[in-house]
């Protein structure tokens, strides 16, 4: 079993920063990929980025050049940095880990709010 810890989100105005963290502990290893999530009331759960063990990012073309996924694998956390804030960006984000080989293997975590508004 996997659990994950999201921490940070909140309430930020346009243009502005936040940052948002998913510690992740139990059976993984540093192979597990690693990724962030948001779901709006009533949309489907979207990718915003997703990181492999080896450092290898893919992005939403909506973030791309305003998220920054990264991750330590000494600590199985995994980081975003969410700049240049806009209110479409508000949303429940979650963290999820999945195994690199085991399809279907994949934990989530409770998901924590990011609101933008002024």
């Known amino acids: 079993q996997v659990q994950l810890v999201e921490s940070g989100g909140g309430l930020v105005q346009p243009g502005g920063s936040l940052s948002v963290s998913c510690a992740a502990s139990?059976?993984?290893?540093?192979?597990?990929?690693m990724g962030w999530y948001r779901q709006c009331p009533g949309k489907q759960r979207e990718l915003v980025a997703t990181?492999?063990?080896?450092?290898?990012?893919n992005y939403a073309d909506s973030v791309k050049g305003r998220f920054t996924i990264s991750r330590d694998n000494t600590k199985n956390t995994v980081y975003l940095q969410m700049n240049s804030l806009k209110p479409e960006d508000t949303a429940v984000y979650y963290c999820?880990?999945?195994?690199?080989?085991?399809?279907?293997?994949?934990?989530w975590g409770r998901g924590t709010q990011v609101t933008v508004s002024s």
């Open positions: 999820k880990v999945a195994h690199p080989l085991l399809i279907g293997l994949n934990y």
């Open positions: 139990g059976s993984i290893f540093s192979g597990y990929v």
């Open positions: 990181i492999t063990g080896g450092g290898s990012t």
